[in-house]
């Protein structure tokens, strides 16, 4: 069974905080890679992508890649309490020649005023 | 922008009904997806399809059927509604290619009594 592990949290981070948010993967031949972000009752919403190796920034969000460890981390500087919400990592794997997204079960994320 | 829409957001229904979920998208994606999310379980694929009338099984088809007699058209069918299929349900489109993301609908929040 090919997972995506994150740690449920609740994570809790004071305004202005940096939040690292982790994840795994156990496909090594996964290629490309997803944050959502999902407030409660909503569905999620798409935030960061990454395929390479190493940083991608976007404004406030720092997505990291290393394939060679199978993990993919996100980053959110300068925390604001409209970040509360539960990330999700996604990973989208080749699977019987389809592709296949697997999701983790979410970070909470509690950004403390 | 991509829109992906879900005929309810709120249903009720008894044990034993069959219960329609449609789910519609407006940018030509060749494949969508249904999914379920319970708390601490996380997104789970119940069905996809990678064109019109394809359909493929994903982690938990069990008691659930779909039909995609159109593109832009995917539908999921409850044969015999159970208390344990009381869920939130979420439809997504994507196109095809290894790094595209999927776009989600708002969610079908269904209870069955």
């Known amino acids: 069974q090919k997972e995506v592990e994150q740690n449920s949290g609740p994570l809790s981070v004071p305004e202005g905080a940096i939040a690292s948010l982790n994840c795994t993967y156990s496909d090594r031949g996964s290629q490309s890679f997803f944050w959502y972000r999902q407030y409660s009752g909503k569905s999620p919403e798409l935030i960061m992508f990454?395929?390479?190796?190493g940083d991608k920034e976007d404004g406030r969000f720092t997505a990291q890649l290393n394939k060679a460890s199978q993990y993919v981390s996100l980053l959110i500087r300068d925390s604001q309490p409209s970040d509360s919400a539960t990330y999700l990592c996604a990973v989208n794997e080749p699977s019987g020649g389809y592709q296949k997204v697997t999701f983790g079960t979410g970070t909470k994320l509690q950004v403390i005023p | 922008d991509v829109k992906v829409t879900q005929s309810s957001r709120y249903l009720v229904k008894r044990t034993g009904e069959k219960v329609f979920l449609e789910c519609v998208q407006d940018?030509?994606?060749?494949?969508m997806f249904w999914y379920r999310q319970d708390p601490g379980l996380g997104l789970r694929l119940i069905y996809f399809?990678?064109?019109?009338?394809?359909?493929e099984k994903g982690d938990i088809p069990e008691g659930y059927s779909v039909s995609r007699e159109k593109k832009e058209r995917f539908s999921l069918i409850l044969e015999s509604a159970s208390t344990n299929q009381t869920s939130m349900y979420l439809c997504a489109s994507r196109p095809g290619g290894m790094r595209e993301t999927q776009y989600f609908g708002p969610g079908t929040r269904l209870l069955v009594l």
């Open positions: 399809s990678y064109d019109v009338k394809m359909k």
């Open positions: 990454i395929y390479s190796n």
């Open positions: 940018m030509d994606h060749e494949n």
